[in-house]
């Protein structure tokens, strides 16, 4: 069975989609993943790891604003940084936002919590991932989760859809 990477790669490729990534508390392992396929580059783009929240702003155009009113980690943050990849030209782009812990978790968004946000030419998504476990795991899991949703979403997408 192929991995997911794969998989997704394989329906860029398809569909003659370009991917790019945008990571916080994964810190690359996104990316990792994706170039661990043997000529991924006929597809992937590149990524950025905007860990802070004055680097979200400069390198993804996320808004002030939504960092102020709905924090780092939430869907609104994880939409914007998703939108900010399209600066670089591709036709999608996944973001991941979340806290992997073991400290900064609050009650409203306690450690495991993750936003994956992602676009295509079709639609836009943003999910929310509850992961548990070590710092490790819980990073493992926000980029499956993340690799899972563009597999559906992108395998499933094609020109009639309405998104």
Not at 32 to 38: E, G, I, Y
Not at 72 to 86: D, I, Q, Y
Not at 117 to 141: C, D
Request: hydrophobic share 40%.
């Amino acid at each position: 069975m192929a991995s997911l990477e794969r998989k997704l790669g394989l329906a860029l490729m398809e569909k003659g989609w370009t991917l790019a990534v945008a990571e916080s508390c994964t810190g690359g392992l996104l990316g990792a993943w994706l170039t661990s396929v043997p000529g991924c580059s006929k597809y992937f783009q590149g990524g950025v790891i905007a860990y802070s929240n004055q680097m979200r702003q400069d390198l993804l155009g996320v808004p002030e604003s939504v960092l102020v009113e709905t924090g780092a980690v939430s869907k609104e943050t994880a939409l914007a940084m998703a939108r900010g990849l399209k600066q670089f030209g591709v036709d999608v782009g996944i973001a991941i936002t979340g806290v992997a812990g073991p400290d900064g978790g609050t009650e409203a968004k306690p450690v495991g919590t993750t936003w994956i946000g992602l676009f295509t030419p079709i639609s836009e998504y943003a999910v929310l991932h509850s992961g548990s476990g070590n710092r490790n795991e819980i990073r493992m899991q926000s980029v499956q989760a993340a690799l899972e949703l563009a597999v559906r979403v992108v395998v499933g997408e094609d020109e009639s859809c309405d998104g």
